[in-house]
């Protein structure tokens, strides 16, 4: 009776859908204002660009949208808030979000008159609209990292889905047994803090923290210890890693289990469509499984996440106009709209509905399943201004622990503790 009960609960929240779907306000009360956007160039967003025209016919909007690439987004974030005045939305990735404050405005109102369901939205993801507890911002693209897999060597090999980072450890050598290929590609080496991201799960996953509730360094903790210890010991230790993972960044990572040297990988769920490329990899589809990302014992699951919100400038002239613009461009349908598009390949979800809707699931073969049950348990974590010499920190500690050049666990960390306290 009780796994009759668990089955229909699963197929219940399958088949959960959103709110009713965005509707313009009747009327037209904007009908004539045009709604300035700057976006980081991107596939979906050039998707949803190609919608526009049925927004603007419902609503009498106009909205010309100004792209620019990642590498140069911040410094034009940086200077339309100071110059100000020629954009009404903007686009900011999460780690930005905390030194952009003077240039976005509390919309909450605004939102709520749109009927946007924000909960619909994963924690870790709607975390990075809010700023002094009130909500600046919405998700629009969102990345959760998934651990891919080798369908057919995990098979070779005789062992399931690993579940655990234990059952990784496990099933990897069992892999270097049977086939000769590296259990796990993953990254030691220094370059924007790639080699955080997994790190930072197993530190959560350990029951600590970055920082305490004072916003002091705690990750030089017990927990740290033992979760910096697991991650450098999976090369060190273990050796589940590539030999020379301790210079590997991401992209070296997804490189080798795109070459077939290794069994899994642990990235975005975007890098998937690479992955099986047949100009640039190995694998086939066939032989390509995911899965939620490995937790720590029996700890909740964890995911580090990359997150965009789109915000309203303080500077608009146009702030209504600009949140029904909003309050179209975050309506699960539109996202909907454009997963299930045959003529693209966009993968990117920020809406719970969606991660667990059927069609969405049967087209990407369960992708959007496995992230949605990671992020149910998902926390995210907050950047703060100074996230970005604080990264460069922690990364060199990591990397240095990884190459052999520090030995001493505890002692690294309370040095990385030390010079991250300094500039709190």
Known sequence: ???????????????????????????????????????VKSSQFEAQEARLPTFEKA?????VVDYVPFPSMKEALTTEMIAGGNYDVVSIMDQWVPSLKN??????????????????YPKAFLRHGYLDNK?????VRGHVQLLFYRKDLLEKAGVGVPQTWDDVVSASKAIQDTSGVSGIALPYGKLNGQNLMVWINLLWGHGGKLFDASGAPSFNSDAGVAATEQYVGFLTKDKIAPSGSATFVEQDAVNSFK????AMLTTWWWVRSQLTDPEQSKVADDQLGFAPMPSVGDAPRTTFTNTWIFSIT?????????AEYLGWLTDPALERDILLDPSLSEVVAVHFSNMRDPEVNKRWGGMHAAAAKTLETAEGMDFGENWPRISE?????????????????????????DEIARIR
Do not use: F
């Open 314 to 322: 303080k500077g608009t002239r146009n702030k209504d106009a600009a």
């Open 135 to 139: 909500l600046v911002g919405l998700p």
């Open 59 to 63: 609503t009498g909007i106009n909205v």
């Open 1 to 39: 009776m009780k796994q009759l009960k668990y089955v229909a609960a699963i197929a219940a929240t399958l088949c959960a859908t959103s709110a009713s779907a965005w509707q313009a306000t009747e009327g037209k009360p904007y009908a004539g204002e045009t709604v300035h956007v700057l976006a």
């Open 259 to 262: 070459q077939s040297n290794s």
């Open 103 to 120: 240039l976005v405005q509390p919309i909450g109102d605004e939102i709520a008159k749109q009927g946007v369901d924000l909960s619909n």
């Open 393 to 417: 920190i922690l990364e060199t500690t990591i990397s240095s622990l990884a190459s052999g050049a520090e030995t001493d666990t505890s002692a690294a960390l309370d040095h990385a503790a």
